[in-house]
């Protein structure tokens, strides 16, 4: 699946932010639909570095997040 042990832990990573992000909607949006939680988990996770840069005063960052930012196909890799 991956081509080196860097990038498998670098995938690791990703999905551990992820399921961070998305325990945190989930704790803090009452009622929120847990799927719609994952994905944002997962798409503020794939683009953390956009999302510290917002943080640190560069919101137009945000934009840079783009349509092709694919999390449905990460979301099926993990549950395979």
């Not at 996770?45 to 092709?68: F, M, R, S, W, Y």
């Amino acid at each position: 699946m991956f081509d080196s042990k860097k990038d498998a832990d670098a995938h690791d990573k990703m999905l551990e932010l992820a399921e961070q992000f998305t325990a945190l909607l989930e704790d803090q949006i009452k009622g929120v639909d847990e799927n719609q939680a994952e994905l944002f988990g997962l798409l503020l996770a794939k683009n953390k570095e956009l999302v510290a840069q917002a943080c640190k005063g560069k919101p137009e960052a945000l934009a840079e997040i783009t349509a092709d930012t694919n999390v449905t196909q990460i979301v099926d890799a993990a549950a395979s």
